[in-house]
């Protein structure tokens, strides 16, 4: 007999569904049992891509977060109509949403900052579990004293956010709260072996490897004639082109490609990146050093970049370094340095443990 558990991911980038997915199959690992009843709008091929096999989809818009201009700009202005659209919840789709929890009889609601997921927990009577790093009232809060139009969006999401009957909180956290579980970092795990890969991408054996990302969101870059000039180093860059290719020493992908991220990762001697949760969990977990590019403006950012600075090998590169190419002066001094190789848990199996022990 299946065991039913409902998963609402916030759509914002891949980095909660990379999360969500990581998580799903640690449970699986588990309890053969569990079926997922995923709630996004998150596209259905990414957990098929991160290997979740027994999962039905259903498209729903979860939450706003924050609309973005481009992988490293955010638009308040866009945001703030976006949620003057979507809160208060419509309660049509609240109720909807919860009898189709019941009808389908999940025991669970799992959801990775979406707030509507707890608020249709609560309606349908089902125990719900908050899995976060940060929640979007806290985001929100650091730009009301510019943008006074979210102090009531705060406030409403607040209140939504404190209906969770139990909460995960993952490492790096954002601000402190109470928890039932801190974690380490979640990723998903890598699946093929390094050298199978760099075989499989026609990677020459003497060349050092370096995978540069921005997350989720496909970009466009104007260094790649100079990345030509690093002869002995192979630059894999997912998001680049529409089809996967080969140009000399560059291995350009499609933003959906046949690639796994964490494997990419973990062929790599360093990744260069946006510092977004999964990149930082995914490069935490295979130890491998990190040129990390912040978002200063965002206000995860700090956080972020203090639990790099303690618990990371790395090298920050700022978003003009990075655009303009002058972060090629740091190559050789990011690839020296030394690969850490973790012992602990991922913190998925410690989620899944915890999750598991509830059904």
Known sequence: MKLKIAYFISPHGFGHAARSAAIMESLNHLNKKIEFEIFTSVPSWFFTNSGIKNFNYHELL????????????????????????????????????????????????????????????????????????????????????????????IAYLNNIYEKAKYRIKTQPICFESSSDLLTNPVSRKSIKNKIDLRNELEIPKNHKVIMITMGGIPSQYGFFDKLELYEDITFIIPGSSDIAQKRHNLVMLPHRSDFFHPDLINASDAVIGKVGYSTLAEVYNSGVPFGYILRPQFPESNSLYEFISKEMKGIEISENEFYSGNWFSKINKLLSLQKIYRTEQNGAYQAAEFINSLI
């Open 62 to 153: 979860t939450d706003i977060g924050l609309v973005q201009k481009s992988a490293l700009k955010e638009d308040l202005d866009e945001t703030i109509v976006k949620l003057n659209e979507f809160i208060p919840f419509n309660d049509s789709i609240i109720n909807n949403v919860a009898n189709k929890l019941v009808d389908l009889d999940c025991k669970l609601v799992l959801c990775d900052i979406s707030p509507i997921g707890l608020e249709v927990a609560s309606k349908a009577n089902i125990p719900s579990v908050l899995i976060e790093n940060f929640t979007w009232d806290w985001i929100y809060a650091q730009y009301h004293k510019t943008y006074e139009q979210l102090n009531k969006h």
